[in-house]
């Protein structure tokens, strides 16, 4: 563990960026030979704007990353945050349980507030008006969206107390399981429902990206699947019947304009609360 606490707390640029440009080749071609949906399109065509948010996110954690290093410095002296509080355990434990709580702050709650604030449920509605979900999906988070997620991690460092590589191990982790869950990839059903005991598997999230209430506000975890389980957020519907967008924005030809995703937040829209609405 100590060999994981070393390589996390000093991980070079170069392989942060392998892991994301890596996984996304990864799951684009294990993409075309295990398809979950044979999509009708340019492969090509769909990514680029996908591919334009991923650079936006990647830009603006970036330039705020000093921000959470500063603060898991404080935290880390001043042993300040949740699991700086609890008992003294092994280092392996201690790694978990901070990634499993800042895995609930910088995913899950930040994901459920998004759903429930209808300022923020517009600008993350980008994410969801995809209607070919792929690999590519995972990272088409408008930029308002990015600085919205950064602060929800940042507000998690702060309090979960996270030294910086628990920071770097999360985000790794939160890169490779973004991919994984968004890919159109065909798991086998019963490896896909024991793996969603724990961890998010991609028949869980693909729910969450059903084009109806209440799936849509479902399956809000990133990396874990025990979030949705405790707070009653899990759902599950079989995946052949899952129908991707969503369905008060239906123009798929405007969710795959760059230009039209830049202004989506903008456009006066009133969110269904329950299918009667529909």
């Known amino acids: 563990m100590e060999v ?12 942060r960026s392998a892991l994301l440009v890596g996984g996304i080749a990864f799951f684009w071609i294990l993409e075309s030979g295990l398809p979950l949906f044979n999509f009708k ?25 000093f921000l959470l290093l500063k603060t898991s410095f404080w935290v880390e002296k001043n042993q300040f945050g949740l ?19 800042l895995d609930f702050f910088g995913a899950y709650l930040a994901h459920r507030v998004e759903h429930k604030v209808k300022p923020l449920w517009m600008v993350h509605l980008v994410h969801h008006s995809d209607h070919k979900v792929d690999t590519t999906t995972g990272n088409r ?3 308002i969206e990015s600085v919205i997620r950064f602060t929800f991690t940042l507000i998690g460092v702060f309090f979960v107390g996270t030294p910086f590589y628990i920071i770097m191990l999360y985000q790794s982790l939160s890169v490779v ?44 975890g990133n990396i874990f699947s025990i979030w949705d389980r ?16 969503v369905d008060t924005f239906p123009d798929e030809e405007k969710n795959s304009n760059l230009v039209e ?15 009667e609405e529909l």
């Open 230 to 245: 405790l707070l009653g957020t899990y759902m599950e519907l079989d995946r052949d019947k899952i129908v991707y967008g």
């Open 41 to 65: 399109y340019n492969k090509w065509k769909h990514a680029l704007p996908n591919l334009f948010f991923t650079a936006t996110t990647i830009v603006i954690n970036f330039v705020l990353a």
């Open 141 to 143: 988070h408008h930029p």
């Open 177 to 220: 399981f973004t991919q994984l869950t968004h890919a159109n990839v065909k798991m086998p059903r019963k490896l896909d429902k024991a793996i969603s005991y724990l961890f998010v598997s991609p028949d869980m999230h693909k729910v969450h990206h059903h084009n109806l209430l209440p799936y849509t506000d479902s399956n809000y």
């Open 4 to 15: 994981i606490k070393e390589y996390f707390a000093n991980m070079p640029t170069l392989h």
């Open 261 to 275: 995703l830049l202004k989506q937040p903008f456009q006066g829209y009133r969110k269904p609360t329950n299918l």
């Open 83 to 101: 699991i700086n509080w609890l008992p003294e355990m092994p280092l392996w434990a201690y790694i978990i349980v901070g990634v499993l709580f």
